[in-house]
Nanobody, 121 residues
Framework: QAQGVESGGGLVQAGGSLRLSCAAS????????MGWFRQAPGKEREFVAG????????YYADSVKGRFTISRDNARNTVHLQMNSLKPEDTAVYYC??????????????WGQGTQVTVSS
């Protein structure tokens, strides 16, 4: 079973913005911190951003600090990733999953289809 259903990706010019959304199961969303991961061609999937269960703490990979903002709406079981100042190196398929914020590892080994983000120069 997929841990989230991602949407909001697309093609954007460098410097532009996108807002990704993830709908997770109520059980998953209410139990765990949530995070975004991405995988570029030829690369391993990497942690991008995480948010604690309450939404009070956020965490970001160094590569996206200052540009991306993660948020969650616990009442709607959704998590978002606002991506600004996009760079070509941000091009990847983006996934959401529950995350262990001690290790930045995904909780589940089952992934959804993700949403493609392509940034052109």
């Amino acid at each position: 079973q997929a841990q989230g259903v991602e949407s909001g990706g697309g093609l954007v010019q460098a410097g532009g913005s996108l807002r990704l959304s993830c709908a997770a199961s109520g059980r998953t969303f209410s139990t765990y911190a949530m995070g975004w991961f991405r995988q570029a061609p030829g690369k391993e999937r990497e942690f991008v951003a995480g948010i604690s269960r309450s939404g009070g703490s956020t965490y970001y990979a160094d590569s996206v600090k200052g540009r991306f903002t993660i948020s969650r709406d616990n009442a709607r079981n959704t998590v978002h990733l606002q991506m600004n100042s996009l760079k070509p190196e941000d091009t990847a398929v983006y996934y959401c999953n529950a995350v262990d914020l001690l290790t930045y590892y995904a909780v589940y080994d089952h992934w959804g289809q993700g949403t493609q983000v392509t940034v052109s120069s």
